[in-house]
């Protein structure tokens, strides 16, 4: 079964860091780029983080750009986001899914990891 699978994620106190971690199951993550998305409580699911399949370029909204950072592990078939000096604004839960290259829009492949809710509490 070819799924996206995430681990992480949590409640942390402002200005604490959290790590998301996406694995490929069922296929082989290499040569897709492969993004972080996120939807806030009442709002649209946005995407905030993109790397790319090929060269490794990332790409990151500008409400994360300097906080958040995303990297790839093609050997152990992962991509992780580790997300710094977290915020009230960051709370939302958080998917990996394909991303279109060099952009952080929805690369409409349609698999999507099961989302994890990243709480940001004092």
């Known amino acids: 079964q070819v799924q996206l699978v995430q681990s992480g994620g949590g409640l942390v106190q402002p200005g604490g860091s959290l790590r998301l971690s996406c694995a490929g199951s069922?296929?082989?993550?290499?040569?897709?780029?492969i993004g972080w998305f996120r939807q806030a409580p009442g709002k649209e699911r946005v995407g905030i983080s993109c790397i790319s399949g090929s060269d490794g370029r990332r790409s990151y909204d500008d409400s994360v750009k300097g906080r958040f950072t995303i990297s790839r592990d093609d050997a152990k078939n992962m991509v992780y986001l580790q997300m710094n000096i977290l915020g009230n604004e960051d709370k939302a839960m958080y998917y990996c899914?394909?991303?279109?290259?060099?952009?952080?829009?929805?690369?409409?492949?349609?698999?999507w990891g099961q989302g994890t809710q990243d709480t940001v509490s004092s």
């Open positions: 899914a394909a991303c279109l290259e060099y952009s952080t829009k929805d690369g409409g492949i349609g698999n």
């Open positions: 069922g296929f082989s993550l290499r040569h897709y780029a």
